[in-house]
């Protein structure tokens, strides 16, 4: 193939995509689904969708993912879903009698045209939904956006929850955006330390990193309960991390319920984890702890300390866009070079994002919304790095190139921990720059080997 053995010059495709850098909405909807405390995902569309959905969080959390489907047949493709939701909605609340039902539409439920919203109230109408049970809804066609659009969709819907009394609550709502469980435990961890009452949602910790207790449990005891979710109407603010995954829902509330709301950059690395401190500190009114001061100290320590191995490194980055924007700020705060960035969820707000970010490089940065991994790849070829951070799928292009690589972001397939050891926040950057650093004096410790063994030969 032309790609594994020549730099070539790369022209625009815009009519195929190869080896897309993103997968479908469903898997963030239901992702973000999992959130919810009893709550059971639902997929309407065809039994393989949910399946597939079910199986790539699966595989990425190596926890058991519960989810229903509506089951299409030919006959729901022809004739519509309707009754197929309607027999879904009363079986799983006889059956397994969750709190809420998040229903997420598939390829074929949109395109056929199933209308969830007339849907849900006629299933309330006839009795379907037992009192103190909820359905909640999202759009999620795979053929539009991506994984991160379907979980801010969903988000959107659980903002839609709110119910508010008039009375605030001193609460701060918190939407985390698409991070690990262990991330969002962490976030907790910090708003308690300076004193923030929060509400966090979604909040898989204790869902999809839970102890074996040797009990299975259908519906973890993690998650954001629904009295919680019903309560963000009457917070006094809400802080979005991340502009595609997370400020959709926090504009909903404040444009329905005049709940004053701040989009922040995810807090990845040093400077985004100081905003989003010092936007708590502003909330609560109080002084950072001494805590956080120290953390925050090791960290710079710690790259003060090993700066000579970062100075100049360059970086290919592939992922989703807020994680993205933070983690680029991080590399560029460190002086390493960022110079090939792709995600494949749609956005020119990102390219100027990532172009604001690096201007002071002093050299040319490839940056790419909607982009896949061919194209990454074509760039290593054309302008070759020091270090690789992205998902499981950037071990291909590693391997082939000789490049240290960091697992990092969605989905990590093949390696353990993503979900019990948070990268946000001081502590999360002292992980992620053990990661950077350990490969890449692995590579040193090699090249310093193989230089050896040329001086006696």
């Known amino acids: 193939m032309l790609l594994r053995h020549t730099p070539t010059e790369i022209t625009e ?32 569309g065809s039994q393989g969708c949910c399946a597939y959905h079910r199986s790539a969080l699966t595989r990425h959390y190596k926890e058991p993912v519960s989810a229903s489907t509506s089951s299409f047949t030919e006959g729901a493709s022809v004739f519509g879903g309707q009754a197929n939701m309607l027999q879904a909605i009363n079986n799983i609340f006889t059956v397994y009698n969750p709190v809420v039902i998040a229903i997420h539409t598939t390829c074929l439920s949109e395109t ?3 209308d969830l919203p007339q849907i849900k109230k006629k299933a309330a109408a006839e009795g379907k939904v037992p009192e103190g049970r909820y359905l909640i809804s999202a759009s999620t066609p795979s053929y539009a956006g991506s994984h991160v659009t379907g979980f801010s969709n969903m988000v959107k819907a659980m903002a839609g929850m709110a119910e508010p009394t008039g009375k605030k609550n001193g609460k701060v709502n918190i939407i985390p955006g698409w991070v690990e469980p262990a991330d969002m435990e962490e976030i907790k961890r910090i708003t308690q ?20 207790s040797g009990e299975y449990k259908m519906f973890p005891d993690g998650g954001t309960t629904v009295a919680e979710l019903q309560s963000t109407g009457d917070s006094k603010g809400t802080l979005a991390l991340g502009e595609w995954c997370s400020a959709d829902a926090a504009r909903e509330l404040d444009k329905k319920h005049k709940v004053p709301c701040r989009v922040l950059d995810m807090p990845f690395g040093l400077m985004a984890t100081d905003r989003f401190i010092d936007a708590l500190r502003t909330i609560a009114g109080v002084s950072i702890p001494d805590e956080i001061v120290n953390e925050r100290g090791q960290l710079v320590d710690m790259i003060s300390d090993m700066h000579q191995y970062l100075y100049g490194k360059k970086v ?51 940056v790419k919304a909607q982009g896949d991994m061919f194209l990454l790849h074509q760039w290593i070829k054309n302008e070759p790095v020091d270090l690789i951070i992205g998902n499981t799928y950037c071990k291909y292009i590693a391997r082939d190139e000789d490049i240290p690589y960091v697992r990092w972001g969605f989905p990590i397939l093949d390696r353990q921990g993503h979900q019990y050891f948070p990268t946000v926040g001081y502590k999360g950057g002292l992980r992620l720059l ?17 230089s050896k063994f040329e001086l006696v030969l």
């Open 316 to 366: 290919a980055l592939v992922g989703d866009p807020d994680q993205l924007i933070a983690m680029t700020e991080f590399l560029v705060s460190m002086d390493m070079k960022p110079i090939h960035i792709v995600t494949g969820t749609p956005g020119k707000k990102f390219e100027k994002r990532i172009k604001e970010i690096t201007k002071d490089m002093g050299c040319e940065v490839n």
């Open 13 to 44: 495709r815009t009519a195929l995509t190869i080896n897309p850098a993103k997968t479908c909405q469903p898997i963030g909807a239901m992702y973000a689904a999992l959130g919810i405390h009893g709550c059971l995902p639902h997929s309407h």
């Open 193 to 212: 330390m300076i004193g923030v009452k929060t509400i966090l949602f979604p909040d898989t910790s204790g869902v999809l990193n839970g102890p074996l």
């Open 112 to 114: 056929i045209g199933d």
């Open 434 to 450: 053990e990661k950077i650093l350990g490969v890449l004096l692995d590579r040193k410790d090699r090249d310093d080997s193989e």
